[in-house]
């Protein structure tokens, strides 16, 4: 929430709420209030960047633009700043507090000349009563009027919008005629202003901070943080060009037994206009902890809410939303987030749909098996295909379930010449057959290549010897374009580094390359995948030119190794563990285990960008990734339990399930795989009913349940 010394004005927001603050940091958030999810793309830090952003605006260049409330190079005066949709921030300007305002508590409009328009609540010529500035793209800022506090208005907390009469309109919280409740006020391009209405306080409001938005009717939209007919929580209100004001709404219609208003309270921020020609905006506070809500109503007033905040998700939402050329709307909040400070220094995010899990199969450690490791594979007959690495004799498992759920043993491992322990994945050859490898067993108890047929028939393929052929396959096969399968090796080789090979389908083995520890690289500890260009990529755990926290490589089918890239153990991460995947960009897709891991973009010529580092909150530990239908990356941590997370090509990061370690299971070592369904599926190591792991389903639902408020009636959507 924004404090600010406002001479001869009621209090609207008492300190004490930043007390209450500290306390319900202890309370926990429950996400399962929330069905919409928030990415976090930029968090603030006060110097240089600014502190306490406010609503954005979408340019027509495609970068948004917004200012923060503190911050800057100025004394603390406040910014404006520019942000591109992967969360780069450009800062503008650093106001002075001088004759060009202080403190701008609202967000920007573009203009029909290309610049921005806004408001400062301070500063000015005229007692320090507030501004309207205009800036241009480059940071460019010029004055246009000074508020006196009296009948004009006094400390615009609101953003400006632009009428299709071409002059901008907005608020003032205080001065007007009637007591000092605020104003709406018509101001032209050259500065020019005319008040339209005063506020009383009463039914119709008071104290707008908002913005106002013109409806498609061509009147104009806004909120009161104070005022309305249900205990002063502010209101939603219309009003037209001429001045003439409606009510809408007043918020504080339900509250829950702590008292605080399910419906939301003190919209500080103002509404938008969505493309379905609803509008949505924020409150302040409401909601389940008082953290602020994100809302829906139409033009005649029937409010929908949308999402409850918590503390991790951002709090107090005072900038309002804005429909970006995605058909996303995005935000900020004032409080939240990872940045510096005993609340952090705000966020910005954007609103986008849910995933909902189903369990479809827990293990019980007997005939079953228990500890799938592997992702799973669906065969051409729809099911999907896997392994457990115990179980049964204790040498691990292959199994076959149905989407439903129905689970098939097709395979207990004896632990002898049909080797022990299958580590990972199955793939299905174009022959129709299962390929697969085994840590233990064999006839030299260093692993084996298996085939295993759709009913179950198993034919040992290979026994490693552990020598240059290598020793203990933990990564799965690949079937290459010429027919042969590819696959990386941990140990081994000539350097005990590990190797490539190339197997064919009736067994011949091919040792491609021995990797020595040094600049190539050590431990290969993932499969490889076979780029467009016909090569094969991968990753070493160790090794690399940079202290030895691996590398990306490029090998051709003949064994000619090329090092593509080698981990520093900083901000890109190290010792990468999960498989590469190649996106439809032609890039390659991955994920490092260093710290607390992150996922990585990189090019066929080695060009490296880190797309997002994992914390406590989002989880840690990913496993690899597979790219969705909808050109989104999914993947799974293990640490702490486990998530289920789906990331974009520029790097937003959306937590889609926490795992509980109960009957949905827990610890996900392995990628997902998305079904001819459309729906991804994946293993958990332990829990479930047996609590020896599970099968799970996700499926992304494209909307969830609202409660909706209609006639002062809560009732579900």
Known sequence: MKTFSVPGRKPVLALFMRLLLAALLVLPTFGAEAAVVLTTLHSFNSFPNGEAPNRLVQGNDGNFYGTTFRGGTNVDNGTVFKMSTNGTLTSLYSFTGGNDGSAPAAGLVQGSDGNFYGTTIEGGTNGFNGTVFKITPYGALTSLYSFRGGNDGGFPAAALVLGSDGDFYGTTTSGGTNGGNGTVFKISAYGTLTSLYSFTGGNDGGDPYAALVQGSDGNFYGTTISGGTNGGNGTVFKINPNGALTTLYAFGTVTNAMGYPLDGANPTSGLVQGSDGNFYGTTQKGGTFDWGTVFKISANGALTSLHLFGFYDGGYPDGGLVQGSDGNFYGTTYYGGDGIGLYGLGTVFKISPNGALTSLYSFTGGNDGEYPGGPLVQGSDGSFYDTTSNGSTNGGTVFKISPSGALN??????????????????????????????????????????????????????????????????????????????????????????????????????????????????????????????????????????GGNGTVFKISADGALTSLYSFTGGNDGGYPYGALVQGSDGNFYGTASGYNGSVFMVSTNGVLTSLISFNVYDGAGPNGLVQGSDGSFYGTTFTDVGTVFKISTIGTLRTLYSFTDRNDGGYPFAALVQGSDGNFYGTTSTAGQGGAGTVFRLTIVPEFQAVTLTNSTLRDC
């Open 409 to 546: 043993s097709l395979y207990s491992f004896t632990g002898g010449n049909d080797g022990a322990y299958p580590e990972t994945a199955l793939v299905q050859g174009s022959d129709g057959n299962f390929y697969g490898t085994t840590y233990d067993g064999g006839t030299s108890n260093c692993g084996t290549v298996f085939k295993m047929s759709a009913n179950g028939t198993l034919t040992s393929l290979y026994s490693f010897t552990g020598g240059i052929d290598g020793a203990n396959p933990e990564t799965a096969l690949v079937q290459a374009s010429d027919g042969n399968f590819y696959g990386t090796i941990n140990y081994g080789g000539t350097s005990n580094s590990g190797t490539v090979f190339k197997i064919s389908a009736d067994g011949a083995l091919t040792s491609l390359y021995s990797f020595t520890g040094g600049n190539d690289g050590a431990n290969p500890g993932s499969s490889l995948v076979q780029g467009s260009d016909g090569n094969f990529y991968g990753t070493t755990t160790k090794g690399g030119t940079n």
